[in-house]
């Protein structure tokens, strides 16, 4: 049985044949559709770093299907970033792909190494704006708020969205 996955695509370094961040971003939409059945690819967007990153990123996300459950889904995504060059590095640092499962429509996953949905995710404006151009009705199973209400409590006074 399939099922759909929200996935956050980021970049913030130059790849030796792709290019600048965004063509990064670009390539490895692409590629997803390597895993499952793509169904949704939002704008590529730039944004300013958050945490410990110096340059600029290019941000994305995708809706998916896929036969994979989270972890095999995840030890997929991991193994794209390896392809796109990507080592380990600081947690916040700089990087040349970065793939992470945002949201599952079967609901939470928790295990050792995968939390779903991304336990950081309603506070990451790069990720809920992409998102939100493709997916704006899709629940957060925890708050049972939707992607676009989550998007609009970030960037609007608190008091008006409670
Ligand atoms: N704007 C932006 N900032 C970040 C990003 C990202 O994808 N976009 N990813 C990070 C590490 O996961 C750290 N900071």
Known sequence: MSSAYLIAVGSNRRH?????PRHVVRAALEELAALGTVSARSPIIASAPM????RRFANAAAVM????????????????????GRRP???????????????????YWK??????????FRDRAFVLGPACAIAPGWR???????????????TSPRALLR
């Open 89 to 107: 590095g600081r947690r916040w640092g700089d990087r040349v792909l970065d793939l992470d499962i945002v949201l599952w429509d079967g609901g």
């Open 65 to 84: 299907d896929s036969e994979y459950d989270p972890p095999a889904l995840l030890a997929a995504l991991k193994r794209m970033e390896r392809q796109f």
């Open 51 to 54: 945490g410990a990153a110096q």
């Open 140 to 154: 957060d199973p925890i708050s049972n708020l939707s992607l676009s209400h989550l998007n609009a409590r970030l």
């Open 16 to 20: 030796h044949l792709y290019g600048r």
């Open 111 to 120: 295990g050792s190494a995968l939390s779903v949905p991304h336990p950081d």
